[in-house]
């Protein structure tokens, strides 16, 4: 299982029913710690990469490079072997993650966007069922809706702006959790391919577009 979406890269893998997970970077070095983390998982389980049968990759929403890396290795990884792809997304990750701590009420996972926003999904935790789309939304606004209707909250997202969530129920879950995508994706039919969930345009873009507006 590949995990970008965050600042932090980690992997997970499952052989026989046991997964290991291990979070290789926590500083945005995607590019550089993921293929030879991967390398590292395999060689530590003795597993050969033709070996493998299914590569789970997390969509997003997240970060535009860290999705980027994510997937395109990925993609590389099942073309080289002819593995079947499963996409997961970010926040129904951190959900399915709080489900297993706790059962009952709402879950709001929020994934840190950076512009002083969060991408955000609120949660039913039993059943596990998503009560709304992935949206993009600043945090001051996000607090008058949970005032309204309360839930737990979880990801990197809340850990950014946990000055703002005072008094609400903050969930000890940062990274999406590798062994938790792997067990979502147990279930979930194989696709063609995976496109990033962005939610929104690239930092890049944005910055450009904003510079260009003020000549």
């Known amino acids: 299982m590949i995990e970008t979406a965050t600042p932090a890269c ?10 290991t997970e291990a979070i290789l970077d926590r500083e945005r070095r995607h590019t550089e710690v993921l293929a030879p983390g991967v390398a590292a998982a395999l060689a530590a389980a ?3 990469p033709s070996d493998i049968e299914r590569v789970v990759v997390d969509r997003g929403p997240g970060l535009y490079t860290g999705l980027r890396v994510g997937i395109a290795t990925a993609l590389g990884f099942v073309l080289a072997t002819g593995a079947d792809l499963v996409p997961v997304t970010s926040l129904e990750v951190l959900a399915a993650a709080a489900a297993r701590t706790v059962s009952e009420g709402e879950f709001v996972a929020l994934v840190d966007g950076r512009r002083g926003e969060v991408f955000a999904q609120r949660f039913a935790l ?15 606004a996000l607090v008058a809706e949970l005032a309204a209707r309360p839930a737990s909250l979880g990801g990197d997202g809340a850990v950014r702006y946990r000055e703002h969530f005072a ?8 990274v999406p959790p590798p062994s938790v995508a792997l067990a979502l994706a147990r279930s979930r039919p194989a696709v063609e391919t995976v496109a990033p969930l ?17 000549r």
Do not use: I, M, Q
């Open 46 to 48: 003795g597993v050969a």
């Open 167 to 174: 008094g609400l129920v903050l969930l000890d879950l940062v």
């Open 10 to 19: 980690a992997v997970g893998l499952e052989v026989d029913g046991a997964v």
């Open 198 to 214: 962005y939610l929104r345009e690239a930092d890049a873009v944005a910055n450009f577009t904003t510079r260009t507006r003020a």
């Open 126 to 140: 039993s059943p596990l069922a998503p009560l709304d789309e992935p949206r993009v939304v600043r945090p001051e």
